[in-house]
């Protein structure tokens, strides 16, 4: 199972972003996903999560209303749409999927598969 993060970049605050996630052999509607970033120095975060349902979708605060999870199934890739985009969203970007559950969770430790992360640098 391989994960493929893309669509970073160096962005000025204020303005949108949207990163993709494909899947190679993975069928997102069978598997939670989620987005995760990690800044330098810090821990990895979690930042938004979806059942493999779509029923329930999770989201950090700190990117409730500016951030949106969505996946095409069709195209077997999973979205992160990234408004309003400010230097504290600055890091590496991961997507990442569970195999563990079905439904979606903020832990980073309930995602066994992992992309490689893609970095989005926000000036301001």
């Known amino acids: 199972v391989q994960l493929q993060a893309s669509g970073g970049g160096l962005v000025q605050a204020g303005a949108s972003l949207r990163l993709s996630c494909v899947g190679s052999t993975l069928k997102f509607e069978s598997y939670p996903v989620a987005w995760f970033r990690q800044a330098p120095g810090s821990e990895r975060e979690f930042v938004a999560a979806?059942?493999?349902?779509?029923?329930?979708?999770l989201y950090a605060d700190s990117v409730k209303g500016r951030f949106t999870i969505s996946r095409d199934i069709a195209a077997s890739t999973v979205f992160l749409q990234m408004n309003s985009v400010n230097p504290a969203d600055t890091a590496v970007y991961y997507c990442?999927?569970?195999?563990?559950?079905?439904?979606?969770?903020?832990?980073?430790?309930?995602?066994?598969?992992w992309g490689q992360g893609t970095q989005v640098t926000v000036s301001s």
């Open positions: 990442a999927a569970t195999g563990y559950y079905p439904y979606a969770t903020s832990n980073s430790a309930d995602y066994n598969y």
């Open positions: 979806m059942a493999r349902s779509v029923s329930s979708i």
